[in-house]
């Protein structure tokens, strides 16, 4: 029966036609709606995830965070539960190549059009984009940078050492650290002995002795460049840092020896922009410390990357889809980088943030003209401590390695030289 | 062996099957449950290890080199090495702790039971609540050490946490703390059960009470020790909780024990085809130990009944 089935078409035609504007109604007035996961739950960085989620709710969104505190791979333990549950979060904490590495395993968000409805990729610095578009689009938006290898010099410590020349080379380092041992301070460099913080100290040794070593050795794995002379002059360098430490560190955080740093009792500390953060949370003083860039012995500024972001996971649901745009036009916004950043002590992505206004820190803006001039001298490296340089699996084979010499005072630094290139081959 | 039905009445009547359904379900079901459990599960990670998976399990095959990366590792022999360390020390210092906590609170003394409760008691706390204490207690700069110093011995030293040649004896220090009350318990109980009689025979042969334990009440013992030896051994071979809280693996990698190899490979690593191959190995030096056990207790059961 032609006729009725043309009369039933119409008829569904018709509800659909008369439906379909109510629809689109319904979905552009959708509450905006994120599920996000990330390991900030505490102190600075708690505090500005936190400040993120109201501005989210300002613009009229439901924002639903759950932190997973500790490192980033606890939080991944989550991502992948939620992942393999076939639920995963609208947006998660993922950075460096970590990005690359979990896109292959579900689909996420194609971002190119808000990107470039945002102008972002004109301020971005290249080496950083690439990370967040490993297919050629982007899928994940860097929020925050940091330097792992900022040096940290207490000001009573510096008044104890009877000086104020701020080190630039690793000799000068060195120079201060035993002026520092003659005034009276026991244990010049303050930093503490997990695992990322055994790893920074070799990382900025390394790239303060030769960037170019460090990006053909570490990032590029190159075998010739993994056994050369500046590795071995690296692990010298961490020897004379490990010596210069309180043994009873042990495995704690660098946290826990702040007040002593502050205090002059300590007086160094290669550190990531980070801790100016949460030394501000813990209630000192600009005054009490200087933050300047880590050594570095031609001179330039060396620039250790380390970058935060946001990946977008697919979701079908429209609240959480209007929510993943919002979140990335927050999260590309200046004004909110420029929060973010003055709570946690970070520079913020975009390149042409002012730092120059109220609310920045001497040392933030440093950090800011180091990254100028590093990426202008292709000294900006990308960090192996916090996983910006090689997939997990690659990091974690090199930090062993890292962290046992640094506690181990008799392997010598050829062993390490060998050990490392021997970790890199297992891992790969 | 409680066996209700006798022989004497031959085959069970349909309502004694009936009668006792409840019992079959409350045994069987959770028996087979867990049994399913167990396997299917032990059967994956079987299965992983010998794929690619890393990130998330994925099939395919590659035969033995997730075994073959994870022996070569340092990691894994660190770790191997410090398990027959740390197995050998731990068992044989619980037993003679244990023992002879056991033999003083044999005595007949005043307060056994508040003494027995105190002793047994650290196997209440978790294992990282013990091992989060002992790691302030050890911390030469804030425990022990600092203790000693304050109170005026400022050249003692006790710094084994932060050693790492002796780092791996923290956690038998703490691991005997923990779980000689259970020796102590499992011997005390085999010690009440000795004989009373046997025990008078050797005292008015004129055996002094050294020569009686030595000689008569020991030997009994021994079926009490090979238990105690396989439940502490089994948990030297997982153990996993103590150390993370205690020394994490540090400092450095000195203490990595086979279980912290396993955690790190599949959930820091992401590797979990070399974490599955790291926890097959497990599996099989804890076989080691429960098949000549198993074999033990079945050639012990023939002898009883054939007797």
């Known amino acids: 029966m032609p006729i009725t089935t043309t009369r039933r078409r119409l008829l569904a035609g018709s509800v659909a036609a008369l439906a379909l504007p109510s629809f689109a109604r319904a979905q552009s007035a959708v509450k905006p709606r994120l599920t996000a996961i990330s390991q900030w739950s505490a102190g600075s960085d708690g505090a500005a995830i936190t400040a993120l989620g109201k501005k989210f709710e300002e613009k009229g969104g439901v924002w639903q965070h759950s932190p997973v505190p500790g490192f980033t791979t606890e939080m991944m333990n989550k991502l992948r539960a939620q992942i393999i549950a076939g639920d995963p979060p609208a947006c998660s904490q993922l950075k460096g190549p970590e990005i690359a590495a979990w896109s292959k395993i579900a689909p996420t968000v194609d971002l190119d059009a808000i990107v470039a409805a945002a102008g972002y990729e004109k301020v971005v610095a290249p080496d950083l984009a690439k990370l967040h578009k490993p297919g050629g689009k982007w899928i994940a938006l860097p929020l925050q940078i940091y330097s792992t290898n900022m040096l940290f010099l207490s000001k009573r410590a510096m008044d104890k050492a009877k000086t104020d020349k701020i080190p630039v080379t690793w000799a000068d380092f060195n120079d201060l650290a035993e002026k520092m041992k003659s005034g009276g301070i026991t244990y010049p460099i303050a930093n503490g002995g997990t695992r990322p913080d055994d790893g920074q100290k070799f990382e900025a040794s390394l790239a303060g002795i030769s960037p170019a070593a460090y990006r053909a050795a570490i990032m590029n794995l190159d075998k010739k460049a993994l056994e050369g002379p500046e590795i071995k002059a690296a692990f010298v360098q961490v020897r004379r840092i490990s010596e210069w430490m309180d043994p009873n560190v042990g495995a704690q955080p660098y946290a826990t020896n702040l007040k002593r740093f502050i205090d002059g009792e300590m007086g160094m500390m290669i550190q990531g922009g980070w801790a100016q953060g949460v030394l501000r949370n813990a209630g000192f003083k600009f005054d009490d410390f200087i933050i300047v860039p880590g050594p570095s012995d031609n001179g330039k500024p060396v620039f250790l990357l380390n970058a935060d972001a946001f990946i977008f996971w697919q979701r079908k649901e429209p609240d959480l889809q209007a929510g993943q745009t919002l979140m990335a036009q927050l999260v590309m916004d200046p004004a909110i ?92 | 062996m409680t066996d209700i039905a006798s022989p004497a009445t031959g085959r069970p009547a349909l309502s004694g099957v009936v009668g006792r359904l409840p019992e079959y379900l409350m045994i069987w079901v959770p028996l087979l449950l867990s049994a399913a459990h167990l396997i299917s599960f032990s059967l994956w990670t079987i299965w992983i290890s010998f794929t690619p998976s890393t990130l998330v399990p994925v099939t395919g095959w590659v035969g033995m080199r997730n075994y073959t990366a994870v022996l070569a590792s340092r ?148 079926p009490i020790t090979i238990t105690v030896i396989v439940v502490q051994l089994q948990f030297a071979i997982s153990a996993f909780d103590l150390v993370r809280a205690l020394t994490n693996g540090g400092p450095g990698i ?54």
């Open chain 1, 337 to 428: 980088q420029t929060m973010y950043s003055q709570i946690t002590g970070s520079i913020p992505v975009r390149t042409d943030v002012d730092l120059s206004g109220e609310g920045w820190s001497d040392g933030q803006r440093r950090t800011a003209a180091a990254l100028k001039d590093a990426v202008a001298n292709n000294q900006a490296v990308l960090s192996l401590a916090h996983n910006m340089a090689q997939e997990n699996g690659l990091t974690a084979a090199m930090i062993d390695v890292l962290t046992e010499y640094v506690k181990n005072k008799t392997i010598k630094p050829e062993q390490a030289v060998t050990r490392l290139a021997e970790a890199v081959e297992g891992a790969r």
């Open chain 2, 254 to 307: 000195a203490t990595q024990l086979p279980a912290l190899v396993v955690y790190d490979l599949m959930f820091q690593r992401s590797q979990l085809g070399r974490g599955a191959a790291a926890a097959v190995l497990m599996l099989l030096i804890l076989l080691a130990v429960l098949l000549p056990y198993a074999a033990w207790r079945y050639v012990q059961r023939r002898r009883a009944t054939h007797a």
């Open chain 2, 75 to 222: 990691n894994w022999q660190i770790a191997f090495d410090n398990l027959l360390l740390f197995g050998s020390a731990f068992v044989l210092l619980s037993l003679v702790t244990g023992l002879m906590l056991a033999i003083l609170l044999d005595q007949r003394i005043r307060g056994e039971n508040v003494l027995r409760s105190i002793f047994l008691y650290p196997l209440a706390v978790s294992f990282v609540v013990t091992g989060t204490v002992w790691s302030w207690l050890l911390n030469p700069g804030i425990g022990i050490q600092k203790l000693v110093h304050d109170l005026g011995w400022t050249s003692f030293r006790f710094d084994w946490l932060v050693d790492r040649d002796m780092a791996i004896w923290t956690i038998v220090i703490a691991a005997i703390w923990q779980s000689s009350g259970f020796a102590m318990a499992l011997f005390l109980a085999g010690l009440r059960s000795v004989d009373a009689d046997i025990i008078k025979a050797a005292q008015i042969d004129g055996a002094g009470p050294v020569r009686t334990y030595w000689r008569v009440i020991l030997p009994t013992l021994w």
